[in-house]
């Protein structure tokens, strides 16, 4: 069966995508900032040395499937006479400096199994066209993370790697609050949907949770 391995799969999104595929017979590796369970691995994807300790103990290991999901908000209520400098420095580390970071320390691993497939958990937040406002952190980060996810689509496309964006809806987790539009294993079924149906003309692409293009 095929290996993916989650980033902030502690809960929320992360976590119903590692129980679902789980339940599908998957080989899952779960990676969390604070393990508590002993089938969890210990990444705080912002720490480099931690990036680098998880690739070193699964060089050899192919993953088909790399979701790289951990994500924050940051500061909601930035505008401007009240923006939060250090907390925005600290979202582009984890929202947009670490996916690339992990996807660099694992792109042998993607590259030597079947599926070759990287996510990169963005949101329709971070599309430019699309931008109603407000959210200074969290759409800038996540607008840099898919101009970057497009750079490395390139340059590993060549070893058949694919790439791709991913809106997973508003979803009801911590982050999405208790009004959002989706429930959790539906977005977690919908991203795996995408997942299976991904062929080489999608890399470089950004979806959302049903398989539906999002402008840049
Ligand atoms: N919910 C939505 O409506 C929505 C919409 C669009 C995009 N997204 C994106 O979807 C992804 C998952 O979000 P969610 O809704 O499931 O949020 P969530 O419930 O707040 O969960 C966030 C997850 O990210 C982990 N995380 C945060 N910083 C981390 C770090 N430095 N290292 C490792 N793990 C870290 C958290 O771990 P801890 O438990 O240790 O804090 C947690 O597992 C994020 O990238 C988010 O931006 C969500």
Redesign the pocket.
Known sequence: MPTVLI?????????ALADQYESDGWTVIR????PERTEEMA?????PRQVQEVAEKLSGTPIDVLIN?????GQRDAAIGNIDYDQWEETFR??TL?PIRVAEALAENVAASEKKVMVF?????GSIARNGGGHYL?RST?AALNAAMVSLSMELESRGVICISM??????????GPT?A?A?PDSAAGIRNVVAGLGRQDNGCFYDYTGAEIPW
């Open positions: 980033t902030g799969a502690s809960r929320g999104i992360g976590r990676t969390c900032r604070s990444l705080d994807v912002s720490d999901n951990a994500g924050v908000i984890i929202n670490a958990v963005s949101s329709v937040m969290y996540k809106h997973p809806g508003w979803v009801r987790t911590d982050m999405g959002a989706v959790v």
